[in-house]
């Protein structure tokens, strides 16, 4: 069984799109983590949110946390294909030492 | 700084050789942690250290061994490799726990056959 759970888990878009990537989990998380990895790469980390119903926004990305902490939610505004990567969530469990991945969403901007 | 390297990028293995993937960060970071990642099922964390001389198995931890006798240093070792520990392992490495940023190395792809 997966922990977190993306989705979709692949994702193929017109330039100029917007989109909406989920990362959903019946656990509750002290921090939530968003990592875009490109091919041939490690993850790189986007943001980090801690807090039930932030919002962080990064340029055209929007970052959401939900109100019980349990699942966190990704926007992208006016897709470009510098976009185009594998995203994936990570959560922290209160007093755990690692994170928990989710299953990661491929995304694809077609210019 | 370089980051976190890990050496080598890739290699194929016979079934029941073994290999050590090299893991080493210059940051004087103290948590360090091995991940494989297979298609579609993302991160696996097999193993984490949270200091030199500390580790603690992760999700998926066997078939593989770690040592942390340095801060910097980290290396997996693989005995008896199988088929299925084909995957892209990564390295990574981070500050502390409290909000918890990983560092991540480029990876090694490994393939046994």
């Known amino acids: 069984t997966q922990l977190l759970e993306q989705s979709p888990q692949f994702l193929s878009i017109q330039e100029g799109e917007n989109l909406t990537v989920y990362c959903n989990s019946s656990?509750?998380?002290?921090?939530l983590q968003w990592y875009r990895q490109e091919p041939g790469e490690g993850p790189v980390l986007l943001v980090t949110?801690?807090?039930?119903?932030e919002v962080k926004k990064l340029k055209r990305l929007t970052f959401q946390f939900g109100d019980a902490r349990k699942d966190s939610s990704l926007h992208i505004t006016a897709a470009q294909p510098g976009d185009t990567g594998l995203y994936l969530c990570a959560g922290l469990q209160t007093g755990a030492n690692n994170l928990f991945f989710g299953t990661g969403t491929r995304l694809t901007v077609i210019p | 700084n370089a980051g976190v390297t890990q050496t080598p990028k890739f290699r194929i293995l016979k079934i029941g050789q073994s290999m050590t993937l090299q893991c080493a960060q210059d940051m004087n970071h103290n948590y360090m942690y091995w991940y494989r990642q297979d298609p579609g099922m993302g991160l696996k964390l097999i193993y984490y250290s949270v200091g030199a001389g500390i580790t603690d198995k992760g999700e998926v931890p066997n078939g593989y061994n770690v040592s942390r006798s340095t801060t910097e240093d980290f290396p997996l070792r693989l005995e008896l490799a199988a088929p299925s520990q084909t995957s892209v392992y990564f390295c990574?490495?981070?500050?502390?726990?409290?909000?918890?940023?990983?560092?991540f190395g480029p990876g090694t792809r490994l393939t046994v056959l």
């Open positions: 990574a490495s981070s500050y502390s726990r409290q909000g918890n940023e990983q560092f």
């Open positions: 656990s509750v998380f002290s921090s």
């Open positions: 949110v801690v807090t039930g119903g």
